[in-house]
């Protein structure tokens, strides 16, 4: 071996070793404590911004009841605090705006190292029903639990208690709770880890299907890369579902339509090469030219996303001129001074100048037709319309469920909805970074006003004439 070669080979070595050393001094430390000074500065931070820009601060709380919140946890600061403790005060303090789009996460290099290197996880995806929690599918090293066992206690901790101590830091509108109970199910090993424990085993007691008899395990936490070489030895052979479009329907023998919506996400819909208007004239054109009586739109898992996809898809269920929003009020009509925390600080230094006063001087959106008038469809349907919901349709499939129950043109199946009767906070949105901890809030600037009738119960999600409640018992 030459001596250039050597040289080069030893340069190498070097510069691998300063990389490495580099790499490890940049490593998050997960147990690192912060003041209560700097996490009363976070909280600062979070107070303005809620405050000069959330259009729904005060919509489910009074100004004071909100000031009282944040005094409270201001006074709850008194020692150092991880940033895994400081989640869980944050997102119990988003919790009570009453705002299904203010969820808080944690910090990017959080989890990074926490999620994808370091934590262990309840193995186990779940089902809540009635809050009785049941295995769904088994990914521990245990196989002896199949799918329906359910699960009494994890750790001591009884399923109302960790119940308890997971939804009052999850994002619904107003007090609604159908919502928080479907997140809590998709997402519950994280949750676990994030607000109750992270243990390298878990001691759990369990009932397995038609059997009273209870039985203690002790199963082993496992690692993202664990639960994947376990999902593929144990299901490998299972066949994959099939990716079914946002868009569905079809004409049964006898000729009930049945129109499934996933989604009212263009973004998504495009992505399943689908087009939302031509489909639904489509199938509106189909159920009138096969002479169709009756009509199933299945909402139910759709989390929503355009508004104009909302009043589009009303306009074929009525024969009447109608008024979608009675308006898009805002927080205030000055520019925002929190904005350097912000994903987008420049394109929002504008965002005030869009926005005026109305008649009672409440700050409204000035762009777009969002309060017009529209036409009903030439097409549209006049035979009976019965809507499936629950606890994920949320956000514009809760707005046009309420614009549908106002004008009395369906019949509702099913869970209360996860957004609120009267509208919600959403549109354009902003991703508020605190300084010091990192924590991340999604902070909405828009509140959306539902053109219906004042709700006997504006706190809560609509509730369907036939319906099952499991959440509220």
Not at 381 to 396: E, P, Y
Request: charged share 20%; aromatic share 12%.
């Amino acid at each position: 071996m030459s001596r250039t070669w050597g040289v080069v080979i030893l340069f190498c070595l070097f510069a691998s070793m300063i990389l490495a050393q580099k790499k490890d001094a940049g490593a998050y430390d997960l147990e690192k404590k912060y003041t209560p000074e700097t996490l009363k500065s976070d909280l600062h931070v979070l107070e303005k911004a809620l405050k000069e820009a959330h259009p729904g601060l005060y919509t489910y709380r009074r100004p004071q009841e909100i000031d009282n919140l944040f005094d409270s946890v201001y006074a709850s600061l008194t020692t150092a605090q991880t940033e895994l403790q400081f989640f869980s005060t944050i997102s119990f303090l988003c919790s009570k705006i009453g705002c299904g789009h203010t969820p808080c996460f944690l910090s990017r290099k959080y989890m990074s190292e926490y999620a994808e290197k370091t934590c262990k996880y309840f193995p186990f995806k779940i089902k809540l029903l009635d809050k009785h929690l049941f295995v769904l599918s088994n990914l521990s090293t245990d196989s002896s639990l199949v799918p329906g066992t359910e699960l009494l206690a994890i750790n001591g901790l009884s399923v109302r208690e960790i119940l308890d101590r997971i939804l009052p830091h999850l994002a619904s509108d107003g007090y609604n709770q159908t919502l928080k109970y479907h997140i809590t199910e998709e997402e519950f090993m994280y949750y676990y880890a994030e607000l109750i424990a992270q243990p390298t085993w878990f001691s759990i007691q369990v009932k397995l299907p038609g059997d009273e008899l209870m039985t203690g395990h002790m199963i082993p936490a496992l690692n993202l890369k664990e639960l994947g070489q376990i999902t593929q030895k144990r299901f490998s052979k299972t066949k994959p579902p099939l990716i079914e479009k946002p868009l569905q329907f079809r004409l049964t023998d006898d000729k009930t339509g049945i129109l499934s919506i996933g989604s009212f996400d263009g973004g998504d819909i495009s992505a399943a090469h689908q087009h939302f208007r031509s489909f639904i004239k489509n199938a509106f054109d189909t159920l009138r030219t096969r002479g169709a009586n009756d009509l199933i739109i299945d909402l139910r898992n759709n989390g929503g996303g355009d508004d104009d996809l909302g009043w589009y898809l009303y306009s074929f269920l009525t024969d009447s001129s109608f008024q979608y929003y009675e308006r898009v009020q805002l927080a205030s009509n000055h520019r925002f001074s929190f904005l350097r925390y912000t994903n987008e600080p420049l394109i929002f230094n504008f965002f005030h100048l869009m926005v005026t006063k109305d008649r009672a001087g409440r700050c409204v959106w000035t762009r777009g037709s969002y309060t017009m008038v529209h036409k009903p469809h030439p097409g549209a349907f006049d035979g009976a319309v019965f809507i499936l919901i629950n606890g994920k349709s949320f956000s514009t499939t809760a707005e046009f469920s309420s614009v549908v129950h106002a004008h009395d043109r369906a019949v509702f199946v099913g869970e209360e909805t996860g957004g609120a009767q009267v509208g919600n906070n959403s549109g354009m949105e902003l991703m508020l970074t605190l300084p010091t901890t990192g924590l991340r809030i999604k902070i909405p600037l828009m509140k959306y006003v539902c053109a219906v009738p004042p709700p006997r119960n504006p706190r809560q999600g609509y509730h369907a004439r036939l319906s099952n409640h499991p959440y509220d018992r």
